[in-house]
């Protein structure tokens, strides 16, 4: 599992082929590093020691996918926290040594994968040498989108400054990493379908925050969600009753005997999101099932239109960010 993970595709044919993917020259790893990762510090453990180090990368969506060892001891410290990035690191060979919560350290062995958040704590860690790792680069705000889309609330900090090590041996996660990189196609050096991309993205997101949350024991199911007071709870009741006619944020409020800024705070604090942003998905959520549902004749204007969108450009631009593909495409498919 993972052994030949950006070196080939699933037919056995070569990734990246011609493409630097071995140096020994510390100016190339140390800006291959700041490109994939963020800007951050290295110096070998030996001074004066060379790398010897494997760099390739591809993305999946919005996921960085790096093969990556320094080749020689190094330590890595210095993360830039305004890159606003998570790290996954899976080891696939040595040890790689990580600092968890407080002042504990870990050594992660194969098959052992850690998680750190960048933008919200602080980072370094130490390589034997002799380690080779499957890193994922991802943005935080992507996370915080699939945590609203699935659970409807974006956790705290609680959270996000957990760094943890999850899995182990041959776990599912790896099973997961392993199915997105055999998706890759060497014709393309990335995934050729676009939704099956989209796809992908968002199961790797949404299986690492089911296991970052189990392993910090934080139950994402019932947290935040539960916290919100009723007239968060009353307004999300409310917009998914009427996203059909594309009530306002103060109409809502209005129904709910509060101002508009009030009904903005509480989704704010409870949510992580707008009321303006959970409006939009509960309409593009109806839209996508009209268009799945639609009778022959019925065209995308048509459709879109009889559920008040006027400015078809623009829905279609955020369609295809929720959904992974145009309505086009999700009218052409329809269930008959």
Known sequence: ????????????????????T?????SVVNAFCATTYMPLSTRPLTRGMDPNATIRNLKIGQITFSRFCFGTPTKTDDFD???GNIIVVNTLRGSVRHPLNGNDAVDTRPGDSYV???????YWNLADGNDLQLNLTIPHALMEETAARWYGFVPEDDLWQNRLIFGAGQSA?????????????????????????RRIEETLCLDLLRNWADCAGLNLDTGARAAAPHYVREAERLMQDTAARAPTIGEVA???GITARSLSDGFRR????????????????????????????ETVTSIARARG????????????KRFGETPANTLRNRRT
């Open 116 to 122: 750190v958040d960048c933008s919200r704590t602080s």
């Open 22 to 26: 071995t140096t020994r020259d510390w």
């Open 173 to 197: 996660w790896l099973s997961l990493l392993d199915y997105a990189t055999r998706t890759l196609d060497a014709k393309h050096d990335g995934i050729a379908d676009a939704f099956i991309e």
């Open 309 to 320: 969108y006027v400015n078809l450009g623009a829905m279609t631009a955020l369609y295809r």
């Open 254 to 256: 209005a129904q709910l």
């Open 81 to 83: 926290p305004s890159s």
């Open 1 to 20: 599992m993972l052994e030949t993970a950006l070196l080939e595709d699933r037919r056995g044919a070569p990734l990246l082929q011609d493409k630097l």
């Open 270 to 297: 409870f949510r992580g999101i707008t009321p303006h942003e959970f409006l939009t998905a509960q309409r593009l959520d109806g839209l996508r099932r009209a268009f799945q549902l639609a009778q022959p004749g």
